[in-house]
T-cell receptor
Framework: DTGVSQDPRHKITKRGQNVTFRCDPI?????LYWYRQTLGQGPEFLTY????????KSRLLSDRFSAERPKGSFSTLEIQRTEQGDSAMYLC?????????FGEGSWLTVV | QQQVKQSPQSLIVQKGGISIINCAYE??????FPWYQQFPGKGPALLIA?????SEKKEGRFTISFNKSAKQFSLHIMDSQPGDSATYFC?????????????FGQGTRLTINP
């Protein structure tokens, strides 16, 4: 499978715990994005990497959220001190040109 | 100005019929308009995309019509099939110094009745 890969697909965590999601983009895609999607809504942009540089962060990305893309390959999104409002699907996407391809998403439920 | 408005919110079409979903935007700097198909529990899948220098693009049963002056674009699904039942999102983006951020519409839940 050469698509965008995300892990884990589902995560249930208690409020206050930290969680980390991993994304493996399509190989040779130099741009990587994180989006968040809640039920019944379209995805919302969180952050963007070009190679290993994080070039833009949305105001939605509070201080509890951090994303990295070491060596410009895979990326991780960490949420510290999770809150119930963080419950959503976290989508990773990658691109080389204008076409942006999404992974299957990582569902987070905070209880 | 960054919003993309999508309608209808839900749509029911008989098998073999034409499904039409509409989107409107305000920001004239948008220059790329993709449509995504999303099945429950899955990520959005890129379906078809258009740039404003053309008025129509067709790929198989899927056609995008684009009206630059009205700042509107639409997705037409010909010969709709039960397997097309999904949520469809229009989106828009622009090139700039920062990320090519996609701004999504609110989505349309399409149901194709057999």
């Amino acid at each position: 499978d050469t698509g965008v890969s995300q892990d884990p697909r589902h995560k249930i965590t208690k409020r206050g715990q930290n969680v980390t999601f991993r994304c493996d983009p399509i190989s040779e895609h130099n741009r990587l994005y994180w989006y968040r999607q809640t039920l019944g809504q379209g995805p919302e942009f969180l952050t963007y990497f070009q190679n290993e540089a994080q070039l833009e962060k949305s105001r939605l990305l509070s201080d509890r959220f951090s994303a990295e893309r070491p060596k410009g390959s895979f990326s991780t999104l960490e949420i510290q001190r999770t809150e119930q409002g963080d419950s959503a699907m976290y989508l990773c996407a990658s691109s080389f040109s204008r076409a942006i391809y999404f992974g299957e998403g990582s569902w987070l439920t905070v209880v | 100005q960054q919003q993309v408005k999508q309608s209808p919110q839900s749509l029911i079409v008989q098998k073999g019929g034409i499904s039409i979903i509409n989107c409107a935007y305000e920001n004239t700097a948008f220059d790329y308009f993709p449509w995504y198909q999303q099945f429950p529990g899955k990520g959005p899948a890129l379906l078809i995309a258009i740039r404003p220098d053309v008025s129509e693009k067709k790929e198989g049963r899927f056609t995008i019509s684009f009206n630059k002056s009205a700042k509107q674009f639409s997705l037409h699904i010909m010969d709709s099939q039960p397997g097309d039942s999904a949520t469809y999102f229009c989106a828009a983006s622009m090139l700039g110094q920062g990320a090519q951020k996609l701004v999504f519409g609110q989505g349309t839940r399409l149901t194709i009745n057999p």
